[in-house]
Nanobody
């Protein structure tokens, strides 16, 4: 049973920074991918950034490119999302997800295992 746990959300002023963390427990193969998604009320879930663990290949959505950075700690099996220059429109619930195999499109339908989400609120 794979369990995904994320943390690090909160309230921040526009222009500020936050770092999200995520650990996936129970992955039994080394060939997997992890990613960050977000969903604002009334919107579809959006893929922000994903990484294929074995190759380190990353994907960024245009909406966060240059402001968000995905990284990992292999020893801790932990994924991070460093968010900078935050804007009010970044306000959403942020989810971490995992899947076996490579991440081709950083799309919701690719991912099987999801965390409960952590709220990020950016005030203007």
């Amino acid at each position: 049973q794979v369990q995904v746990v994320e943390s690090g959300g909160g309230l921040v002023q526009a222009g500020g920074s936050l770092r999200l963390s995520c650990t996936a427990y129970g992955l039994t193969y080394d060939d997997y991918s992890m990613g960050w998604f977000r969903q604002a009320p009334g919107n579809e879930r959006e893929g922000l950034s994903c990484i294929t663990w074995t190759t380190g290949v990353t994907y960024y959505a245009d909406s966060v490119k240059g402001r968000f950075t995905i990284s990992r700690d292999n020893a801790k099996n932990t994924l991070y999302l460093q968010m900078s220059s935050l804007k009010p429109e970044d306000t959403a619930k942020y989810y971490c997800a995992a899947k076996y195999g490579p991440s081709w499109y950083c799309a919701e339908y690719e991912y099987n295992y999801w965390g409960q989400g952590t709220q990020v609120t950016v005030s203007s």
